[in-house]
């Protein structure tokens, strides 16, 4: 199994990404995905989340209505548009995945065991 993200990038205050997760070597779509970030000195934090089969999201309070998840399962991908970027946003941005078939979107880092290298994402003030 691995999980590939991708699309990180230096962008300026106000600015959008989009990130993609890239998964190989399982059924996609039996499995809830993740995104998760690390700032340095700080502990790994929850993002946004995703069902087996997109129907429910989850979002941080600090991203919501700034980050939008999303999942194509015929192409194995979940992907994250982060629009209105802020310089908080600035960390290392990680993707997990985990068997399940729950509606409930799972958030917590332990319950995951796939992870992604993680892409460094960068906001300028």
């Known amino acids: 199994v691995q999980l590939q993200a991708y699309g990180g990038g230096l962008v300026q205050t106000g600015g959008s990404l989009r990130l993609s997760c890239a998964a190989s070597?399982?059924?996609?779509?039996?499995?809830?995905v993740g995104w998760f970030r690390q700032a340095p000195g700080k502990e790994r934090e929850f993002v946004a989340g995703i069902t087996y089969d997109g129907g429910n999201t989850h979002y941080a309070d600090s991203v919501k209505g700034r980050f939008t998840v999303s999942r194509d399962n015929a192409k194995n991908t979940v992907y994250v548009q982060m629009n209105s970027l802020k310089p908080e946003d600035t960390a290392v941005y990680y993707c997990?995945?985990?068997?399940?078939?729950?509606?409930?979107?799972?958030?917590?880092?332990?319950?995951?065991?796939?992870w992604g290298q993680g892409t460094q994402v960068t906001v300028s003030s």
């Open positions: 070597g399982l059924t996609f779509a039996n499995y809830a």
């Open positions: 997990a995945a985990v068997r399940s078939r729950r509606e409930q979107v799972i958030k917590t880092r332990h319950q995951f065991d796939y």
